[in-house]
């Protein structure tokens, strides 16, 4: 079945160190999506992707980095984590009927 | 930029009772979404809209886009407590603007 995937689910990590979340998506769309939400908040675009070696930042500044070198291969990247990206990260694609999103990765940096 | 403004921000309701969120812009949107996020869990799309006046409906979820295209509401009928979650609206061509969201929360 076409589905997204997010890996890891759960993050915890120290201040300082470099961090890759994966997102990972089955149904050949070419637009995928990076969010940012705090628990209970909005959804903040941060990275999006219309498609190979395609990636434009969001609306919300972000200190992570996007790469698109396969279809299917969003993963985002911070060289430095902060106590500040603690945040859930969702990643999504762009279908026929909207978003799909992945399950998300709930990033807590001590 | 383009915003949308969603009331209320939290909602409680008894079970069975009946629960509406809007969604309000100050500018003509060229359509509105609605998601629905469980506690704990990532957001689902339920529905779009385009069409001014548009009205569907998903069982007891009733979904409204107004004539001028500016606001959008869902009502839930009869709530039950498999219905609590964050319920978003969103708009945009393929690059969403989420509103704040609604939180409902039911009490059995």
């Known amino acids: 079945e076409a589905d997204i995937y997010q890996t890891p689910r759960y993050l915890v990590i120290g201040t300082g160190k470099k961090i890759t979340l994966e997102c990972s998506q089955t149904m050949g769309h070419d637009k995928m999506y990076w969010y940012q939400q705090d628990p209970g908040m909005e959804l903040h675009l941060i990275h999006y992707s219309y498609g190979v070696n395609s990636t434009e930042k969001g609306d919300l500044s972000s200190e992570s980095t996007v790469s698109r070198i396969r279809t299917e291969h969003f993963p985002l990247t911070l060289e430095s984590a902060r106590p500040s990206h603690t945040s859930q990260y969702l990643c999504?694609?762009?279908?026929?009927?909207?978003?799909?999103f992945g399950s998300g990765t709930r990033l807590t940096v001590v | 930029g383009q915003q949308v403004m969603q009331i209320p921000q939290y909602q409680h309701v008894q079970e069975g009772e009946d629960f509406t969120t809007y969604c309000n812009s100050s500018?003509?949107?060229?359509?509105i979404q609605w998601y629905k996020q469980r506690p704990g869990g990532h957001p689902v799309f339920l529905i779009q809209?385009?069409?001014?006046?548009e009205v569907k409906k998903q069982k007891r979820l009733t979904f409204q886009f107004g004539e001028a295209k500016k606001n959008s509401s869902l009502h839930i009928t009869a709530t039950q407590t498999t219905d609590v979650g964050t319920y978003f609206c969103?708009?945009?061509?393929?690059?969403?603007?989420f509103g704040k969201g609604t939180k409902l929360t039911v009490n059995p």
């Open positions: 809209l385009v069409k001014s006046g």
């Open positions: 999504a694609t762009w279908g026929s009927y909207g978003y799909t």
């Open positions: 500018t003509t949107l060229s359509n």
């Open positions: 969103a708009f945009g061509s393929e690059k969403l603007v």
